[in-house]
């Protein structure tokens, strides 16, 4: 299972390299990388941290307010808190989104620089989890957490590799550099 992992991880180069047009999309949920660069500050930089999740917590707060405006100009009356749940699980999403990509692309250098900079394993853990938590939650198997987990990365870390030969093979780096995609 690994190796056909690894073979097809490996086709990524050839195929960005017959379809150019169709290059990888990388989200890049801007809220998501606030908390992470705040969770990042933390252990250096606390007031910074902290400005930063405020920041964090600033837009939050005005998203959950503009769609509550909107939905009352539709005529919808739902309670701010249902709505913050709301807004609250499409961050979770994109979230989810970011770290799947980066454990699929760069899960291995975002380990390596958690050793060249400690200060970033909160935030690599965080975005190294999220992807097989949230997936853990949602597709229910029939393993316990901890072995969900660690399938899940040596699967990625597969393909991953597969991708770098790919990436060696046809003289590349096409497929590690994704098109980035700016959400809210």
Known sequence: LLQRRA?????????????????RIMPMPRLCLLLLAALALLPVAWTGS??????????????VAGKRRRMRRLGLRLPSCRIGVAVLREHVAALHGLSADVIRYSGLPSLAAVFVWPPLAPSAAVLLLAAPLVDHRRLKPGCGLAPFVALYWLEMAAYQLGVWRGCLARRTLRPLLPSLHWKR
């Not at 073979?7 to 290059?23: C, F, I, M, T």
């Not at 902290?50 to 920041?55: G, H, N, P, R, S």
């Open 7 to 23: 073979d097809y991880g490996s086709s990524e180069a050839d195929l960005q390299r017959r379809h150019p047009a169709h290059r």
């Open 50 to 63: 902290l400005a930063l999740a405020a920041l964090a917590g600033a837009l939050l707060a005005g998203e």
